[in-house]
């Protein structure tokens, strides 16, 4: 009997790779817009030692079925600075087990129902009023579509048995030998690099087991393959972020790399042994079922379910122990004297732990508001081109304005009920003094990042240090702690003011008129930025913060150490008061 490769082969079996597809994308898109925000503030929270991360990866992956979305959003979290990367390699361990879970589902025979319930929850979809009820059956809708695409895709890939030149070339790709088991992950793992889904290609593979194509043991190590492609999305998604979000990537493809090393190494043992323990339980995977007079084998994809699970588990318990290996690895990949900078991304001071006793969460704010105003002062070592500043001004002001945010969302949950008039008003004066440092780096950034792209003269740049070293001197009025000041250097005392400047700049004929425009908006800035530092000024004065703090029996915060504290003290630094 002649096969229509058209009627029976291409439409089912790419069709119901589509829907299959598709389901995922419906189920994952709505958990995800159920709770992805929380799950990612859950993850923050949780990661903070790797068991906490392990099983935080493996209980989000597990709901939203997506070890790529996992490890692109641990990534995410690793380049806005929430996660270090050794919680983020403990997390990407626990993804790994956590999408196996959706394998060992999609092995259920659950598939004539998939379409049954797709078509329930799509009507539910398509009349439902609340946004929560329309996510759920999203979600739903696309856990039945799994089911049913992957049964068509069995059902199409049933007359390949017919077919022997296909047989033929399958059987090539027998995994009885060591050469046959590399090509069948090889492939496995060329086919998920190209769809982007582990959970995919091993529906393709269940579908291919169920029907009689593949042999279980061979489905089994196109199974394994599939866990050593999906590690091109998550190196795909850090091309364009920071170095330690490439880290996290290079943790999950090293992760996969060695644990797919190790699984080779191992694979017939741990087949006789699967094939022994299912024969313990009278389980044969290779019987031959009768669906409507056609011969399939429904062990095959419960058999593959299991041996993903183990081999997942396996994974994690022989290579948990060197997280911190992996850690400092990783941490000198790609590592340069940039690194050695201190990152402002990441608050130094904040702990959440804190958060509900006010008393000691308070000062943390305090400490890091400085920090924050430190950060900005950056911009003008960066417009110096001083030895030891970041490189790249922008980089530098996203790190600021990340922390920026930090900062107020850590504040605002300082608002808590049984606080005083007096406590109310001195968070919410911390928040405004935070808005305005925020505004002023923007300031300083527009500065730092105009000096760095404009040719000066020689001239002209005279007339810039002046400026850049009077609003040096305006900083040092919020950063230095009272009691401390800052030494400027010898011949520097006095700087003109910016109207000054400004006339210095337009009447000298050693500039040129081009860089007199640049020089009068550079001048411009560096006002704006005094007003600002003013606002600080005032913001700080308009609460007696001392006294309210005093009265709570708040310790005072030690004042962080500015930028120039560590300076040379024969061109800058700290010394007491007089």
Not at 236 to 265: C, D, E, M, Q, T
Not at 429 to 457: C, G, M, N, W
Not at 544 to 555: K, M, N, Q, V
């Amino acid at each position: 009997m002649e096969v229509d490769l058209f009627k029976e082969i291409l439409v089912p079996v790419i069709g119901g790779l589509g829907i299959f597809l598709l389901g995922l994308e419906f189920m994952a898109s709505g958990i995800q817009a159920l709770s992805v925000n929380k799950m990612r503030e859950w993850l923050a929270k949780m990661a903070g030692t790797p068991i906490k991360g392990v099983m935080a990866g493996t209980i989000i992956t597990g709901i939203i079925q997506s070890s790529t979305a996992m490890t692109v959003m641990t990534v995410g979290l690793v380049n806005a600075g929430v996660l270090g990367l050794r919680s983020a390699i403990s997390v990407i361990m626990g993804a790994n087990i956590g999408t196996t879970l959706g394998n060992g589902l999609i092995a259920l025979p659950l598939g004539p129902l998939g379409l049954l319930f797709g078509g329930i929850f799509a009507t539910i979809y398509c009349f439902a009023k609340s946004d929560r009820v329309r996510n759920i059956s999203l979600a739903a809708m696309g856990f039945s579509l799994i089911f049913y695409g992957l049964n068509l895709m069995t059902g199409g890939l049933k007359p390949l048995r017919k077919m022997p030149e296909v047989l033929e070339l399958i059987q090539s790709l027998d995994a009885g030998s060591f050469g046959g088991v590399i090509a069948c992950v090889l492939i496995a793992a060329l086919i998920t690099a190209l769809i982007h889904s582990s959970s995919a290609t091993i529906g393709i593979v269940m579908g291919l087991g169920a029907s009689g194509i593949l042999s279980w043991e061979t489905a089994i190590a196109f199974a394994v393959g599939a866990d050593l492609g999906t590690t091109i999305t998550s190196w795909l998604a850090s091309l364009n972020l920071s170095k330690n979000a490439k880290r996290a990537a290079y943790a999950h493809i090293s992760f996969n790399f060695i644990g797919v090393a190790v699984v080779l190494a191992l694979f017939f043992p741990a087949i006789w042994l699967l094939k022994t323990m299912l024969g313990i339980w009278g389980i044969d995977p290779g019987a031959v079922v009768m669906v409507d007079g056609n011969e399939t084998y429904p062990g095959v994809p419960i058999v593959i379910g299991i041996f993903s699970i183990v081999f997942n588990i396996f994974n994690v318990l022989i290579l948990f122990p060197f997280v911190n290996t992996f850690d400092r690895v990783l941490s000198r990949v790609g590592h340069s004297e940039a690194d050695d900078i201190e990152d402002y991304s990441v608050p130094r001071f904040l702990d959440r732990k804190l958060i509900a006793d006010f008393n000691s969460a308070l000062p943390t704010v305090q400490q890091e508001a400085q920090r924050h105003l430190q950060a900005g002062a950056i911009f003008l070592d960066i417009a110096r081109d001083k030895k030891g500043a970041p490189a790249d001004p922008v980089e530098h002001y996203n790190a600021t304005d990340q922390l920026s945010r930090e900062i107020r969302s850590y504040s605002s949950q300082l608002f808590q009920d049984g606080l005083s008039r007096d406590q109310l008003d001195l968070v919410a004066s911390l928040i405004e003094e935070v808005d305005f440092t925020s505004a002023l780096s923007e300031s300083l950034y527009q500065i730092a990042r105009r000096v760095k792209r404009e040719p000066f003269s020689e001239a002209a740049r005279e007339v810039l240090g002046l400026g850049l070293e009077r609003l040096d001197q305006q900083m040092n009025t919020v950063l230095f702690a009272p009691g401390m000041q800052a030494r400027m250097p010898a011949g520097h005392s006095v700087v003109p003011d910016v109207e000054e400047l400004r006339w210095k700049a337009l009447q000298s004929r050693d500039v040129a008129a081009g860089e007199k425009g640049a020089l009068v908006a550079l001048l411009g800035s560096i006002e704006r930025a005094e007003t600002l530092i003013e606002r600080i000024k005032a913001e700080r004065a308009s609460v007696d913060r001392e006294a309210i703090i005093r009265s709570a029996g708040i310790p005072p915060s030690m004042p962080s150490q500015s930028r120039l504290d560590r300076e040379d003290p024969s061109t800058g630094g700290l010394v007491p008061a007089e």
